[in-house]
């Protein structure tokens, strides 16, 4: 494919990087190529501005400088069109932001050489229903949530696949993730790490107050119904910890595997399993 226009979306507060934007602009317009930024990025350049939302309708290439929360952030703008992200990380910790600054160029020759490296990510399609109203829908990268806000209280969470009981969760919460969202919070609580090429669902309690109640992992081709029964305190759904909304006692979050994946152009410098080694440290004494 062929790039006409790029994109350049970046993480807030970074005025470290300004001469990394300045940098990526003049390297990109020498090479003939339209540019928009979002504000971010402009704060540090004179270039065509605009919304993430206009950018990520209206390019071939989005360059996203941060960190999965930024990635995170543009590919919910992505909505449903598949326009191919790269990820150039500026912190530590980041398993889809692949790029490290010194490959920045290294990299974009390649994809300006035809030789673009892109990965389809699941996604999942999550909607929160009230009786027979739909009171919310997302798209999730990482993950979707039910937890209570409430500190160190459980929430009893009855979970179904497929119209079945499964079982009922006495926990603090429960994540459904995707294979990309077993290195996040997943993780955390204790779930697998996936390949993200796999598609599949992680389902991970967390702090269950029953010890058999372990992480499962499902065919992608699942439909997980879930409802927060009882407890103490406020239920949330939190989905790619960014967006969702509170939800009542008997409210059914329907969760499905999302016919829109998202495409992450991998680093062609490392692959999935060398970003595990460096980023969790495995092998290290």
Request: charged share 25%.
């Amino acid at each position: 494919m062929k790039l006409h226009s790029v994109g350049i979306c970046m993480k807030p507060g970074q005025p470290q990087a300004g001469g990394l934007v300045r940098g990526l602009e003049k390297w990109l317009e020498e090479r003939g190529l339209r540019l928009l930024l979002d504000e971010d990025a402009a704060e540090h350049t004179g270039g065509e501005v605009a919304s993430r939302d206009e950018i990520v309708a209206g390019v071939d290439l989005v360059v996203v400088l941060g960190g999965d929360g930024t990635l995170l952030s543009v590919a919910r703008r992505a909505g449903e069109r598949p326009v191919p992200i790269l990820g150039v990380n500026l912190g530590t910790l980041g398993f889809m932001a692949e790029i490290a600054q010194d490959e920045m160029y290294a990299a974009l020759e390649r994809v300006l050489g035809g030789e673009m490296q892109i990965e389809s990510r699941m996604r999942l399609a999550v909607r929160a229903v009230r009786g027979d109203e739909v009171i919310g829908s997302w798209l999730a990268l990482n993950d979707a949530v039910i937890a209570n806000a409430a500190s160190a209280r459980m929430v009893e969470i009855s979970t179904q696949v497929d119209g079945d009981e499964m079982t009922t969760y006495h926990a603090d919460g429960l994540i459904v993730s995707t294979p990309t969202g077993s290195t996040a919070y997943s993780l955390s609580a204790g779930g697998p790490i996936l390949d993200p090429r796999l598609e599949a669902f992680v389902l991970t309690p967390i702090s269950p107050h029953t010890l058999t109640q372990r992480p499962v992992v499902l065919p992608a081709e699942s439909r997980i119904d879930v409802r927060a029964q009882a407890g103490g305190g406020d239920v949330h759904l939190t989905v790619d910890g960014q967006t969702g909304g509170p939800l009542d006692y008997g409210d059914r979050v329907e969760i499905v595997r999302s016919e829109h994946p998202v495409h992450l152009v991998v680093s062609p410098f490392r692959n999935h399993f060398a970003i595990l080694r460096e980023k969790l440290r495995w092998g290290a004494r």
